[in-house]
């Protein structure tokens, strides 16, 4: 018994780095009613529940008034495993205030997020686009003073193997009133893929869309695009299969290419940015990227921030609503409307629904002896149009001093990858920079712009 509870302290002690305890109090707030601030450790699971009279509250329709706020890195996975389960058994939101982080076992507490009702339930969870949540695999590092003994190895992976079955129990749980997992398969695949000593952090649109996180804090913004409507089709039929990337992987249009000064396939450009058909009911016809020998498209309406959707993608026999009914539409986050790869940080920032992907990168110059002359944290906005009918990529750069560098990319044919570039309207010329940066050479000055991120 010794041995398994030295195992698991060097268990525990490695699911999060060594802290202040977690702090758990009431909080009369408007946010939240109870806060969790710190290392999770020995005696919390008991201390949360002592706090059920103020913490779970019936509205007389549903617990949504039931908020538990989390700042945490971490910590004992026994206690945060029984605090995520008494937080699915008894409907309790989840929340991750402005720039907080939630991570580790904390993570998997806030995956748990719901609330229920007599004739009301569902998941509940939201992140401020500044927070983080991050996931990792539980992980053990041995005292390398120390010798073990056959006996302390079996110890020691019979704990791992419960942790992992732990958290795997769950993740397996159903949403409440439905059938997906509270925790989808390819994020578990995320965080069992990723070494205790990592992090592998919730950054994009399509991960929050995917695994139905909920994200406070972005300006409201009614401005409506085609780009939006092909983007809100694309997120919507990958919602319960795949992240919307992976779902398209064999177009770079959909993916991390887009921030790339590397030339994106005509047709992919085209189909994404041009008008499409709209009919009398508001709705827009949109032609998914996979279309081909399998129908694969949604009708699309936007109203202010509102996203509704219905489809059918027979490459995956998925439907989404039931187009030509009354009431067939599903409705989805304002987010839907974004490019999959958009980043979190980067969503309240002025002008996040004018562009199609943004993010927030290192731009960088070297001048023609390869010399670095600037180097600055930058906005990052691409844009994908046709101009005059040639397709493009316009990547708008905002540095921290306030700066603009415009490059535009025109789209190439499938296989192809020469195209022409033009950096500030002059002639540019792509190339790889030091270190795998996407580069592109001002002709006229010799000098070489770079992004990374």
């Known amino acids: 018994m010794f041995k398994r509870l030295a195992a698991f302290a060097a268990l525990t002690i490695l699911l999060a780095p060594p802290v202040q305890g977690a702090e758990i109090q009431r909080s009369d707030d408007q946010e939240c009613r109870v806060q969790i601030t710190g290392e999770i450790r020995k005696g ?156 592998f952090y919730v950054s994009t649109v399509e991960e929050a869309l995917r695994w139905r996180i909920e994200i406070d804090g972005v300006p409201a913004s009614a401005n409506q695009t085609w780009n939006q409507l092909h983007y809100a089709c694309e997120n919507a039929l990958a919602n319960r299969i795949s992240l919307t990337s992976v779902l398209n992987g064999i177009d770079g249009a959909l993916g991390d290419a887009v921030f790339r000064l590397q030339p994106l396939n005509s047709y992919s450009i085209q189909e994404i940015s041009s008008a499409g058909d709209i009919s009398n009911d508001g709705t827009a016809g949109v032609a998914s990227l996979r279309a081909g020998y399998s129908s694969v498209g949604c009708r699309v309406r936007l109203s202010g921030e509102q996203v509704a959707v219905c489809g059918n993608d027979e490459a995956t026999d998925t439907q989404v609503g039931r187009c030509g009914e009354k009431y067939g539409m599903r409705h989805f986050s304002p987010l839907s409307r974004l490019h999959p790869k958009t980043r979190l940080q980067s969503l309240g920032l002025p002008d996040a629904f004018n562009a199609d992907a943004r993010r927030i990168a290192t731009c960088e110059t070297f001048d023609q002896s390869g010399g670095i002359t600037d180097s600055q944290p930058c906005l990052q906005a691409v844009v994908l149009l046709q101009d005059a009918g040639n397709p493009m990529a316009r990547h708008v750069f905002t540095w921290s001093s306030g700066s603009r560098t415009v490059i535009d990319i025109d789209g190439a044919a499938y296989g192809e990858t020469h195209t022409t570039a033009r950096i500030n309207g002059g002639s540019g010329e792509i190339r790889h920079g030091p270190e795998g940066k996407s580069c592109v050479r001002n002709l006229a000055s010799g000098n070489l712009f770079c992004v990374s991120g």
Not at 101 to 110: L, V
Not at 156 to 181: C, D, H, K, S
């Open 44 to 199: 919390d699971a008991e201390a949360l529940a002592g706090l059920s009279d103020h913490l779970i509250v019936d509205n007389g329709e549903s617990t949504s008034a039931s908020v538990l706020c989390l700042d945490s890195p971490g910590g004992n996975m026994i206690e945060g495993m029984n605090m995520a389960k008494f937080i699915l058994e008894n409907g309790i939101s989840t929340r991750i205030r402005a720039d907080r982080e939630c991570s580790s076992i904390c993570a998997i507490m806030f995956m748990m997020g719901n609330y229920r009702g007599g004739e009301v339930a569902g998941l509940s969870r939201r992140m401020h686009y500044t927070s983080k949540l991050g996931f990792h695999r539980p992980y053990l590092k041995p005292d390398e003073a120390r010798l073990y003994t056959s006996d302390d190895l079996a110890s020691i992976y019979a704990l791992g193997m419960e942790t992992v079955f732990g958290i795997l129990e769950v993740a397996n749980r159903r949403e409440p009133w439905g059938t997906a997992q509270m925790i989808e398969p390819d994020l578990f695949k995320f965080i069992t893929g990723t070494p205790g000593d990592g992090m």
